[in-house]
């Protein structure tokens, strides 16, 4: 399994990468359908109804499988020998940093539920704020990776 593995590796990365990009996408688009939903289109009528149309496109078709592939690639890649050195603190740190992704991404699924059910609802304000989570948890995903400290 190891030599198909690193016979692999830049294919996995290169997937790996891919669904990284695909999955961040959506984390900094859906909050931004939010904050435009409830500020906007309210709870009834067309506007909300294309609202739930799209959160629920990008939350079921984009963002889930992008989550999925990031997390199998991921587990492909650490599990390629020689890639991570536990003894250091970056696959910690990134580890941690997924996992909070993680619970970011199922937040978000919570607050469409949340619109769907029309209750629950948090501010504009409050999607903004929470818009920039997924960029300080990139932040410290690309530093653990890259300069593996």
Do not use: C
């Not at 599990?79 to 910690?92: K, Q």
């Not at 469409?112 to 409050?126: D, I, M, Q, S, W």
């Amino acid at each position: 399994m190891s030599d198909i593995l690193s016979n692999w590796y830049p294919y996995i990365k290169a997937l790996h990468i891919m669904s990284v990009i695909a999955w961040m996408a959506g984390l900094f688009y859906l909050p931004r359908l939010f904050v435009h939903h409830v500020e906007t289109a309210g709870l009834s009528g067309p506007s909300h109804d294309l609202f739930i149309v799209m959160e629920e496109k990008l939350l079921r078709v984009i963002m889930n499988p992008a989550m999925i592939a990031t997390w199998l690639f991921g587990i492909l890649l650490v599990m390629t020998p020689g890639i991570v050195g536990w003894d250091m603190v970056w696959p910690w740190t990134k580890g941690l940093s997924v996992l909070a992704m993680t619970g970011f991404h199922m937040w978000l699924s919570r607050q469409r539920r949340n619109f769907v059910a029309g209750e629950g609802l948090k501010t504009g304000r409050t999607y903004r704020m929470m818009n920039e989570l997924p960029t300080l948890l990139m932040v410290v995903i690309v530093l653990s990776v890259v300069v593996k400290f």
